[in-house]
C-alpha cells in the first residue's frame, strides 16, 4: 500500500489573454482573493533560463486563494500569440472542480444566476454530490461541487472511493493489463 503523499495542490496554473477580465470573474463572481501579482523576471521567459514558463518575457503571472491554502493561477499570455485550447484535446485540461460547502454552493449558484452567466445545475453527480457547471471569460470550464448532507465537512475522497472489486474489475478492461498489473495497481490502493 501507497499513502498519498501530497497535501493537495500548491496551485494550478491556467492561462489568459486578460488579466483583469480574469480577475474580475474569480474575484468579484468566484469570490477567490487576488493575493500575488507579478511579472515573470526578465530572461526567465526565453532561452535557457526558461523552467518552463510561457516563452515571452515578463508575462503577468498572478495567483488568486482558492481556500485551504491552495491557489489558482494565471499566466496573461499576449493577445493572438496562442490558439484558444479545446477542453476535450489530449493534454488539455477538461474542466477544474472545486468543492464548497452547501452555503458556498447557494452563494455561487446565486451569483451565476444575478449575473446572467450560464450555467449547468445543479445537477447530481454521484449519490450525494451536487455539481454546478460554467464557463470562466478564458472559455476554462469550471465546476463547483458540494455534498449537501455533509455541511462544512466535504469528504471527497470518501465519496468517489469504490469497493477493491470494482476498481480491479475496470483494471481488468484495460487493453493490455496482466494479471500482474492488475495485481500492482491493486496492491498500491488506498485502504478503505
Not at 470573474?25 to 533560463?49: E, I, N, Q, S, T
Not at 454530490?129 to 475522497?157: A, K
Request: include cysteine; aromatic fraction near 8%.
Amino acid at each position: 500500500m501507497v499513502d498519498s503523499f501530497t497535501r493537495g495542490i500548491h496551485h494550478l496554473a491556467l492561462n489568459t489573454e486578460d488579466m483583469k477580465k480574469t480577475i474580475d470573474f474569480w474575484v468579484d463572481v468566484l469570490g477567490m482573493p487576488l493575493v500575488h501579482a507579478m511579472r515573470v523576471p526578465k530572461g526567465l521567459g526565453v532561452g535557457p533560463a526558461n523552467r518552463g514558463n510561457p516563452p515571452y518575457e515578463e508575462v503577468r503571472h498572478y495567483f488568486f486563494d482558492m481556500g485551504n491554502d491552495s491557489l489558482v493561477a494565471f499566466f496573461e499570455m499576449p493577445v493572438g500569440a496562442e490558439p484558444q485550447g479545446q477542453r476535450n484535446s489530449l493534454g488539455s485540461m477538461q474542466h477544474v472542480s472545486f468543492v464548497v460547502p452547501p452555503d458556498r454552493f447557494a452563494q455561487i449558484e446565486a451569483t451565476l444566476k444575478a449575473r446572467d452567466i450560464p450555467h449547468i445545475g445543479p445537477l447530481p453527480q454521484l449519490p450525494g454530490l451536487l455539481g454546478i457547471y460554467f464557463i470562466d471569460p478564458n472559455g476554462i470550464r469550471v465546476e463547483f461541487c458540494c455534498q449537501p448532507e455533509n455541511g462544512d465537512e466535504q469528504r471527497v475522497i470518501d465519496l468517489v472511493r469504490q469497493s477493491r472489486s470494482q476498481v480491479q474489475r475496470e483494471l481488468e478492461s484495460l487493453p493490455g493489463a496482466t494479471p500482474e498489473w492488475v495485481e500492482h495497481r491493486m496492491a498500491a490502493m488506498l485502504p478503505g
